[in-house]
């Protein structure tokens, strides 16, 4: 079973830059797409990005495109998630997340099995 683990949060000013980290505890994240979803206070949890396992290929929301970037360390069994030019409607709980169906991106969070317990990001204006 894969067990994500969230960190790096943190309060950050408008504009400013944070990069999240996600590590495997358990079973690794090879064979599995990795996702990023995110969940602002009163809103529904969201698809962020994720990141093929065989291609590396990257998806993102469109809210997010252009300013946060997703990326893997197999070695370190890892995944990060840069985000730069912050926003205060970035601010959220953001959770690392895996299907049981593998190397698949599905931007639905309810498809996801396995989850982390979040870390949360701030963003001042």
């Known amino acids: 079973q894969v067990q994500p683990v969230e960190s790096g949060g943190g309060l950050v000013q408008a504009g400013g830059s944070l990069r999240l980290s996600c590590a495997a505890s358990?079973?690794?994240?090879?064979?599995?797409?990795m996702h990023w979803f995110r969940q602002a206070p009163g809103k529904e949890r969201e698809f962020v990005a994720a990141?093929?396992?065989?291609?590396?290929?990257?998806y993102y929301a469109d809210s997010v495109k252009g300013r946060f970037t997703i990326s893997r360390d197999n070695a370190k069994n890892t995944v990060y998630l840069q985000m730069n030019s912050l926003k205060p409607e970035d601010t959220a709980v953001y959770y690392c997340?895996?299907?049981?169906?593998?190397?698949?991106?599905?931007?639905?969070?309810?498809?996801?099995?396995?989850w982390g317990k979040g870390t949360l990001v701030t963003v001042s204006s």
């Open positions: 997340a895996a299907t049981t169906m593998g190397d698949y991106v599905i931007r639905d969070y309810s498809s996801m099995d396995y």
């Open positions: 358990g079973r690794t994240f090879s064979s599995y797409a």
């Open positions: 990141i093929r396992w065989v291609i590396d290929s990257t």
